[in-house]
């Protein structure tokens, strides 16, 4: 789909939900994430196609961050445009290069301590696996307010946007106000095709994801163009930036109240049970997912001094400091 004159949304889906990647056709042609190992056979090529563009034109492939459903295309892209430069955030180059340190620290961290992460489901360990596809090594790597220009009179400008990840980027096009978000605003859920909560928020990083949300609070935004959420335009925009807010202070309260009715402690897994129903309504086989920002949440109130780790019987829970 057109979005703006020669920006394009290339359109499929993961799983349940819509999945994006974003084309900027200038003098230099640059495309925002590569999908799962399957988007550029099923979609990228065949956008370049349908445009009349051969796929060797493209100079950059963007990667917003590591996960499957974002960097997995990198190695079918780079097959099919061998010069094409592949890049990404400097703090996710490393999850991105080798799908073992992206199993060991995003899908599988918290298995040994908490026992809940992916590798407890294999089937969908599986099918995660296949989506990372084969890895390519990373070209360039940006820390955020790169300035890439397009053409003589268009640019875009790189910005670090972490909280879903580390070395998270977006992408910020001035002349048309939008930015490219990837997975950086998660807003109350990430919806499903009919806009139903398929997935539960997942910043993982509290203070980070808060401060990505100033970021874009600061930026002149008129559109918001996503990885899975539909696009934003005018009021919407701070209305999806208010939900956003809105989330993170529902599952900060959630989990102090939680601490606060158990004084023996909670685990992770517990809490997750607990605080679920309230915090949305997706799936329940998704509810797990929650790790993330409820381990964030938790990070927070164990640095803030408000809630102590405390491990016995080979148990880690926290419990709420003694005052
Ligand atoms: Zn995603």
Redesign the pocket.
């Known amino acids: 789909m057109k979005i703006f004159p020669h920006q394009y949304q290339i359109a499929s889906l ?1 799983a349940d939900r819509n ?1 994006y990647q974003y084309l900027f056709v200038g003098d230099q042609i640059v495309l925002l994430d590569t999908g799962a190992s399957n988007t550029p056979h099923e979609a990228i090529l065949p956008y370049f196609e349908r445009l009349g563009i051969p796929i060797t034109r493209l100079n950059l492939a963007i990667n917003t961050h590591a ?1 499957a ?2 960097h997995g295309g990198n190695g079918n892209l780079k097959d099919a445009a061998p010069d094409v430069q592949l890049a990404c955030g400097s703090a996710d180059k490393r999850l991105i290069e080798e799908v073992d340190v992206l199993f060991a620290s995003r899908y599988n961290q918290w298995i040994a301590e908490h026992g809940v992460g992916l590798g407890l489901n294999p089937e969908a360990s599986a099918w995660v696996r296949q989506m990372v596809g084969d890895t390519k090594p990373i070209d360039k790597t940006f820390a955020g307010d790169e300035v890439i220009a397009l053409d003589d009179s268009r640019h875009l400008r790189i910005l670090h946007v972490p909280g879903h990840s580390d070395g998270h980027l977006a992408v910020y096009d001035p002349v048309n106000r939008a930015v490219f978000v ?2 950086a605003l998660h807003g109350n859920f990430c919806p499903d095709v009919t806009g139903a909560p398929s997935l539960p928020p997942a910043y993982y990083a509290v203070a980070a994801y808060l401060a990505t949300l100033h970021t874009m609070e600061e930026l002149p935004i008129d559109w918001i163009y996503s ?2 959420w539909p696009v934003y335009h005018a009021s919407k925009v701070a209305d999806f930036l208010t939900a956003c807010k809105d989330f993170v202070k529902r599952a900060s309260s959630q989990v102090q109240k939680a601490f606060e009715r158990h004084p023996e402690g909670m685990t992770l897994r517990g809490l997750i049970e607990e605080c679920g129903p309230s915090l949305g309504s997706w799936p329940e086989n998704n509810r797990w997912l929650l790790m993330y920002p409820l381990h964030g949440h938790v990070m927070l109130l164990e640095q803030q001094g408000t809630i102590t780790r405390v491990e016995a019987a080979g148990t880690v829970r926290w419990k709420l400091s003694a005052s």
């Open positions: 993961v999945l996960d459903d974002h990837g997975d990885g899975h």
